[in-house]
Every structure is written in C-alpha cells, then in structure tokens.
C-alpha cells in the first residue's frame, strides 16, 4: 500500500533556502507530486515528477527524488513570505488515487 | 480555462442531517476525485468518477457516495451526519493524458 511521511514543521528566514523532505513506500508510483496549502484554501499544484526523472527544475523550485531510497525533496530558492504554508507530498500509482503525506508546515520569517 | 469550483463554500448541519456537495472540474476534464481532510487523519481518498463511472473507492463507510453527471459534475452526498464527518473536503479534477489531479477551494463542513 501507500505510506507517504514528511516532518511537520520548517522555519525559515526570507530570501533564504527551504528544503521539504517526504519518504513514500509505494515502489510502483509513477509520479510524485508536490502541493502547497495556504490557510483556508484548496490544493495548489506546485510541480510534479515522472518516476524515472532524478530531478526536476521550474523557476525557484527544484524536486529531487532518490528512487532506491524511495526519497522527494522539495527546495525552495529565495524563499518569500508568501510560500508561508503547509506543503504535501503525494504520490500515485497511475490509478488516480493521491496518497497524500501529513504535510510540512512552512513559516517565512521576514 | 477557469479552475475547479465548488459549492457551497461552508456549511453547518446537525447530526443525523445529510448533505449534498457539488464540484465542477475544469473544462475538458473527465475525471473527478473527492478527499477528506481532517487535522486527525489529514488527507484521505473518498472516490473518483469518470464518464459517470465510479472508478476507484477509498476506505468510507457507505454513508458517502457520489455520481458523476454527463457533464462532468460531480456531487459527493452524505447521510446520516456525524460529528467526526465534519472536515475540508476536497473536489480534483484531472485529464485522461497526464492524470494530474488540480483541486478547487474546497467545502468546510461542519457538523454540530
């Protein structure tokens, strides 16, 4: 089955670096997704990575994931105040079902 | 295009109520999932339709079910309120190419 795990809570000073870590056990996920919740909101897509990729970039984003160690992480560039928020990793087997970790709360202080 | 939307935004129902969700997915978009999120269990998979078709169940008792209509729309339906019902829940909308699951704002529930 899927067990995805993440630690609860960063903080971080603004215009430094974040890294968000995750572990997943499902070996047969085909992509593992990164997405960010602001207070009272939904689900905001942030990136996505194919299995068989080891990194992936986008703009201040950069996901890292270490198949043999079933391992994402999520860093953030330059980080603002406005990537204050709690980040899930999901991962999902192709049958579009998300198992999502407990998420990562993340507090920019400026 | 714009983004999933679901109403109502909030509501309150006492115990023993049901109540009826609605999500509209994004223009184009088949396929319709329902989560659960609670501070407890956090993030949890209730279903997904597609083409009107219940394709994949989570682990809920029979109380919440959902249909999918030609359109595309999704509503999520329970019955029999309880306490612990009360949560975010979560409607996602994705394509048949990518699977790439995009959610709207979300339904806060609240069960007195």
């Known amino acids: 089955g899927e067990d995805v795990e993440q630690s609860l809570f960063l903080s971080v000073r603004e215009g430094d670096s974040s890294v968000i870590n995750c572990t997943y056990t499902?070996?047969?996920?085909?992509?593992l997704y990164w997405y960010k919740q602001e207070p009272g909101a939904g689900l905001q897509l942030l990136t996505y990575?194919?299995?068989?990729?080891d990194m992936k970039q986008d703009q201040r984003l950069t996901v890292l994931l270490n198949k043999k160690d079933k391992h994402l992480s999520l860093r953030i560039a330059d980080t603002q105040t406005g990537d204050s928020a709690i980040y899930f990793c999901?991962?999902?087997?192709?049958?579009?079902?998300?198992?999502f970790g407990k998420g990562n709360q993340v507090v920019v202080i400026p | 295009k714009a983004g999933v939307t679901q109403t109502p935004r909030y509501l309150i129902k006492t115990r023993g109520q049901q109540v009826t969700l609605s999500c509209s997915p994004i223009?184009?978009?088949?396929?319709v999932s329902w989560y659960q999120q609670t501070p407890g269990q956090g993030l949890q998979f209730l279903f997904e339709?597609?083409?009107?078709?219940?394709?994949n169940k989570g682990n809920f008792p029979g109380r919440f079910s959902g249909r999918q209509f030609s359109n595309s729309r999704s509503e999520m339906n329970v019955s029999t309120l309880e306490l612990g019902d009360s949560a975010l829940y979560l409607c996602?909308?994705?394509?048949?190419?990518?699977?790439?699951?995009?959610f709207g704002p979300g339904t806060r529930l609240t069960v007195l």
């Open positions: 339709y597609f083409s009107e078709t219940q394709r």
């Open positions: 999901a991962e999902t087997s192709g049958n579009n079902r998300l198992a």
């Open positions: 990575i194919f299995s068989n990729m």
């Open positions: 499902d070996s047969s996920s085909t992509y």
């Open positions: 996602a909308s994705s394509d048949s190419l990518t699977d790439t699951q995009y």
């Open positions: 223009s184009g978009h088949r396929s």
